[in-house]
């Protein structure tokens, strides 16, 4: 699990929690990768299981931080392994995920510049952020032969004839432009992410408006969220 905090000098404050999907291959086999896709919010996320996050984790860390004289100011993700309900830190990021950001945006109803805003002005204390309630996933297609060797400079079409809208967005993560045409610069290329009631409609939004695209030189996982939804 991804655990989000935004930190200021006096505070810090949640900044919702997502599964990232890190294995190449369906059902989480094949070689790491920096992420095939994620989904938010997470069901691991009690309100038990945080309490021992920020205590055991987040809280002590800043503080340390504070007292080397190197206050942490920003974004702050914490990987964590959760193990018979209790969480354990596998690493520190020093930003917002990549694919576990655009799921966040997503759900986020607040107006992220003000959130920002405050947080330079060390104001984020008692700040309250809304949150939607659907559900959000992100469907990472890439180009062939990641996380190895893998295609380059192959060219996108049909990517102008997908609608996007409040609840569907394309984000950009390794294309380019050249004479009004979208190429593959190669690794993750695009993120497909929908919002909706539940994370079956949401994840099957993004796999219809993959289809519209026609690029043979891409890849993706059908089945971000796999272990959730087939608990359900």
């Given at each position: 699990m991804s655990y989000f905090v935004l930190v200021d000098k006096n505070s810090y404050c949640f900044f919702g929690a997502a599964q990232d999907h890190k294995r190449v291959g369906e059902?989480?086999?094949?070689?790491n990768t920096g992420g095939?896709?994620?989904?938010?919010?997470?069901?691991?996320?009690t309100k038990k299981l945080e309490k021992k996050i920020?205590?055991?984790?987040?809280?002590?860390?800043?503080?340390?931080?504070?007292?080397?004289g190197?206050?942490?100011?920003?974004?702050?993700?914490?990987?964590?392994?959760?193990?018979?309900?209790?969480?354990?830190?596998?690493?520190?990021?020093?930003?917002?995920?990549?694919?576990?950001?655009?799921?966040?945006m997503m759900r986020l109803d607040s107006d992220?510049?003000?959130?920002?805003?405050?947080?330079?002005?060390n104001k984020i204390q008692n700040l309250k952020i809304k949150w939607s309630r659907n559900k959000s996933i992100t469907t990472v297609v890439c180009?062939?032969?990641?996380?190895?060797k893998y295609i380059k400079n192959s060219?996108?079409?049909?990517?102008?004839?997908?609608?996007?809208?409040?609840?569907?967005?394309?984000?950009?993560a390794g294309t380019y432009k050249n004479k009004n045409k979208i190429y593959s610069s190669g690794g993750r290329v695009l993120n497909m992410t929908s919002s909706a009631n539940n994370l079956v409609n949401a994840r099957q939004k993004n796999l219809s408006n993959i289809k519209k695209l026609n690029w043979r030189d891409g890849f993706f996982r059908k089945d971000?969220?796999?272990?959730i939804i087939n608990k359900k």
């Open positions: 059902g989480d086999t094949g070689p095939m896709g994620a989904y938010s919010p997470t069901p691991l996320l920020k205590k055991k984790i987040i809280e002590p860390t800043l503080k340390s931080m504070k007292k080397l190197q206050a942490y100011e920003g974004f702050l993700y914490a990987g964590l392994m959760i193990t018979k309900g209790e969480p354990y830190l596998i690493e520190y990021n020093i930003r917002m995920g990549d694919p576990e950001c655009q799921v966040l992220l510049l003000k959130i920002i805003d405050r947080a330079t002005k180009a062939k032969g990641y996380p190895s060219e996108i079409r049909n990517i102008k004839n997908i609608f996007t809208s409040k609840n569907f967005q394309i984000f950009h971000i969220g796999w272990r």
